[in-house]
């Protein structure tokens, strides 16, 4: 436990080498055609569309956590997607030229350009990080403009989440610890300017209905040790200590988890720091 905190400070108190501040991250996404909003008005418009425009899309397999959350953000079909990346050993740069493929403005944020041979001692990676090195290394070699090698801060990645954007994040699912008591305080009282997807919701005990100590899939495979899986980040919970989320290996449609716990999970050896960030936002949407 001692060791799990220390690393939470660490994610939470100090900044990285390559970890983007909030002036770099506005300016990117603007470059990108991500706008950020200018006045709290536009924030609430924004997360408001991005709520009619999330649904919650179940993992069919052990593998397609990833699949999952693209088809949540779009109105694509689980055969399209699988047949457009081509392959099951799904990595976070495959999910990004999905959703350009299917015209969603979007950055992709890691810290490593390519796979990490270091991955060769993870298990997880085991199997398919020989065959997919290649393949990775010719896909990050394209240079798209919306791959950026940078990580971010726990600020930031609240701050996005209040801007409208939902994240895709890719997290180790050891540390993947839901705390749901915090959705009935949510959903009954005004704690966030952002929980338009749970004030959104036609009926409060579809959310609740779960119990999401862990997830229907997730308890299957979670291991002891690092076990990839991607999430959905869709709102900011309790001032800013927690995060709403959707999970694809759960029936529920939403969970919450502690900002510190989140941290733990997504900054984890073996996850680069990996996160699509997704606008939602409709073309014809203008600022101000």
């Known amino acids: 436990q001692q060791q799990k905190t ?3 400070s660490i994610a939470l108190g100090m ?3 390559d970890a983007w501040d909030l002036e770099t991250l506005c300016r990117r996404c603007n470059e990108l055609g991500l706008f950020w909003p200018q006045t709290e008005s536009d924030a609430r418009e924004r997360r408001a569309c ?3 425009k999330v649904k919650h899309v179940r993992q069919r397999l052990a593998w397609d956590c990833g699949l999952a959350c693209v088809l949540m953000v779009t109105n694509r079909s689980w055969q399209e997607a699988h047949s457009i990346c081509g392959t099951r050993s799904i990595w976070t740069v495959d999910l990004a030229y999905l959703l350009a493929e299917f ?3 979007l950055l992709f944020l890691t810290r490593t350009l390519g796979c990490d041979p270091s991955y060769r001692e993870l298990s997880f990676y085991q199997r398919d ?6 393949r990775i290394q010719i896909l990050f070699e394209k240079r798209q403009k919306w791959i950026s090698k940078a990580s971010l801060s726990s600020e930031s990645l609240l701050a996005l989440l209040r801007a409208g954007f939902v994240i895709i994040a890719l997290v180790d699912l ?5 705390c749901d008591h915090i959705l009935h305080s949510a959903l009954f009282q005004d704690d966030d300017a952002s929980n338009e997807h749970l004030a959104f919701s036609k009926n409060k005990n579809e959310v609740l209905c779960e119990k999401s100590e862990s997830t229907d899939l997730g308890t299957d495979f979670r291991q002891n040790a690092y076990t990839g899986h991607y999430i959905l980040l869709v709102g900011v919970l309790s001032r800013g200590s927690a995060v709403l989320y959707k999970d694809p290996a759960s029936t529920a449609p ?8 989140l941290e733990n999970a997504r900054t984890a050896y073996g996850t680069d720091e990996d996160l699509i960030i997704v606008d939602l936002v409709d073309d ?5």
Do not use: V
Not at 129 to 134: F, I, M, N
Not at 174 to 178: N, Q
Not at 284 to 288: I, R, V
């Open 50 to 52: 991005a709520q009619r």
């Open 129 to 134: 990080l020989g065959g997919d090195q290649e």
């Open 174 to 178: 050891r540390f993947l610890r839901p």
């Open 103 to 105: 015209r969603i403005r």
């Open 284 to 288: 014809d949407y203008s600022l101000g």
């Open 6 to 8: 220390s690393r939470a």
């Open 254 to 261: 939403y969970h919450a988890i502690n900002l510190s716990d």
């Open 15 to 17: 900044e990285k080498k």
